[in-house]
Each structure stands twice: as C-alpha cells, then as structure tokens.
Nanobody, 120 residues
C-alpha cells in the first residue's frame, strides 16, 4: 500500500554536494520513521540517517556534519542533503520507512534505490 521512490542520485566529484529525495505515496495513515540506508559493493547495507515523526534525527558517525536529513510532511517527502562528498560515500542509497496503513499495524517499506557515485 505504501510506495517509496528515490530520486536525485548521480555522479558527483569529491567535495561536491548532492540531494536525494524520497517520495512516499499510497494509503498512508501515519509515518513513524523514515531513513536512508546505503550499500556499497561487497559491503552490508548500513543506516546513513533517520528521522522520526517528531523530527528527531540520527546519523552514522561517518556522515555526521556532512549529511542532513529532513522532512516535508506536506509533500510526503524525505530528503538527504549530502555535502563534502567522499569517494567512500559511493553506494546505492535506499529510502526506508515505517508507516501505518489504515486499520493495520505499522510495517517497514523500502524503495528501489538510487546510485550515488563520488569520483573525479
């Protein structure tokens, strides 16, 4: 019932910036938590940043001070502003969310991912 679609990925040079967006759609009753994960080749998927319905955020140590997660409730969108990008940030970035659909318990949903490549 809930669909997450990422956008904004692409190629950027080291030190550059990129903004990812995740749009949620469907029969959403409430959003409890949304996050960005990433998975690099040969590595396990890791949490990059998360934000609760109340606005509380958390970040991986590797991106603190460089990445900012934010919400736009009116547009059902969660963004990830990435600054001072490094080659090690290269990965497929996935949007994740915990939503409650009408008369159902909360459950988690995943987007299909968007590729971010940081290279000169």
């Amino acid at each position: 019932q809930v669909h997450l679609v990422e956008s904004g990925g692409g190629l950027v040079q080291p030190g550059g910036s990129l903004t990812l967006s995740c749009a949620a759609s469907g029969s959403i009753f409430s959003m409890l938590y949304m996050a960005w994960y990433r998975q690099a080749p040969g590595k396990q998927r890791e949490l990059v940043a998360g934000i609760t319905s109340g606005g509380t955020t958390n970040y991986a140590d590797s991106v603190k001070g460089r990445f900012t997660i934010s919400r736009d409730n009116a547009k059902n969108t969660v963004n990830l502003q990435m600054n001072s990008l490094k080659p090690e940030d290269t990965a497929v970035y996935y949007c994740n969310g915990v939503f409650r659909v009408t008369e159902n318990l909360p459950r988690t949903y995943w987007g299909q991912g968007t590729q971010v490549t940081v290279s000169s």
